[in-house]
């Protein structure tokens, strides 16, 4: 299920919302993963451990 987050675009350089998926990094972080809505690029944004 995908939800709508804000995130940096590194490549637009400009924050963008988009739909991603929440995931668990190697490091135990957690993070929202999705691709930019303009350019396609892979945008990801830190979530808080409450998330």
């Given at each position: 299920?995908?939800?709508?987050y804000e995130g940096y675009c ?42």
């Open positions: 299920m995908a939800e709508e590194v490549k637009c350089r400009t924050k963008r919302k988009f739909e991603g998926e929440k995931k668990d990094l190697p490091n135990g972080r957690k993070a929202a993963q999705g691709t930019c809505p303009e350019c396609g690029t892979k945008v990801t944004r830190m979530l808080g451990k409450s998330a």
